[in-house]
């Protein structure tokens, strides 16, 4: 099984930019497909983001498709996520999430392995 843990989160301003980093541990990241979701209070966990183990294709949700990227280094075990042009409605608890040889899931189901995750506010 693979240990996740998300660093990066923060206070930023409407505009403004930040990198978020899961660190994989104690399993070979290689083959674990990886996703970012994010939840907000009160609402439900949604999916963010993914990339399948051997890189490909990224998906993601249609309203950070232009915005944000999501990128993995086997070499060093993380997958990143750069987020720009942040928006207020991008404030959230923002998760890493792996699970082993699989396709990109968009639920919460589709993923076994899940950090404790990082915040990411965005206001003025």
């Known amino acids: 099984q693979v240990q996740l843990r998300e660093s990066g989160g923060g206070l930023v301003q409407p505009g403004g930019s930040l990198r978020l980093s899961c660190a994989a541990s104690g399993d070979t990241f290689s083959r674990y497909t990886m996703g970012w979701f994010r939840q907000a209070p009160g609402k439900e966990r949604e999916f963010v983001a993914g990339?399948?183990?051997?890189?490909?294709?990224?998906m993601y949700e249609g309203s950070v498709r232009d915005r944000f990227t999501i990128s993995r280094d086997n070499a060093k075990n993380t997958v990143y996520l750069q987020m720009n042009g942040l928006r207020p409605e991008d404030t959230a608890l923002y998760y890493c999430?792996?699970?082993?040889?699989?396709?990109?899931?968009?639920?919460?189901?589709?993923?076994?392995?899940w950090g404790q995750g990082t915040q990411v506010t965005v206001a003025s």
């Open positions: 990339i399948m183990y051997f890189g490909g294709s990224p």
């Open positions: 999430a792996a699970n082993y040889v699989s396709p990109i899931g968009r639920t919460v189901g589709g993923y076994a392995y």
